[in-house]
């Protein structure tokens, strides 16, 4: 059973920034794509961003492009989200997700992943 494990989150002030990763624990896992996605109190889970692993072609939800930044270091099985200009309502859990297969489109729902990191809180306030 792969293990995704997330690190980086915290307490920012609006306009601030942080970096989460996630890191498979297994590095023979195959990886396709690997995404991240988040949820406020009282919200459903929402897309934020993924990036395909062979290809690096990234993907965005609105509401972020601009501001984040997905990457990914193949050799450490690690994904990367960077979030410049941090606003109240980015406050939420932020999960990755990871697949082990892409059969085309963009992986923007939470049932095209197979395995998910437990999640880590990122707070925006001041």
């Known amino acids: 059973q792969v293990q995704l494990v997330e690190s980086g989150g915290g307490l920012v002030q609006p306009g601030g920034s942080l970096r989460l990763s996630c890191a498979a624990s297994?590095?023979?896992?195959?990886?396709?794509?690997m995404g991240w996605f988040r949820q406020a109190p009282g919200k459903e889970r929402e897309f934020v961003a993924l990036?395909?692993?062979?290809?690096?072609?990234?993907h965005y939800a609105d509401s972020v492009k601009g501001r984040f930044g997905i990457s990914r270091d193949n050799a450490k099985n690690t994904v990367y989200l960077q979030m410049n200009s941090l606003k109240p309502e980015d406050t939420a859990v932020y999960h990755c997700?990871?697949?082990?297969?892409?059969?085309?489109?963009?992986?923007?729902?939470?049932?095209?992943?197979?395995?998910w990191g437990q999640g880590t809180q990122v707070t925006v306030s001041s």
């Open positions: 990036v395909r692993w062979n290809s690096g072609i990234t």
């Open positions: 297994d590095r023979t896992f195959s990886i396709a794509v």
């Open positions: 997700a990871a697949s082990k297969a892409y059969y085309g489109g963009v992986y923007s729902l939470d049932r095209m992943y197979d395995y």
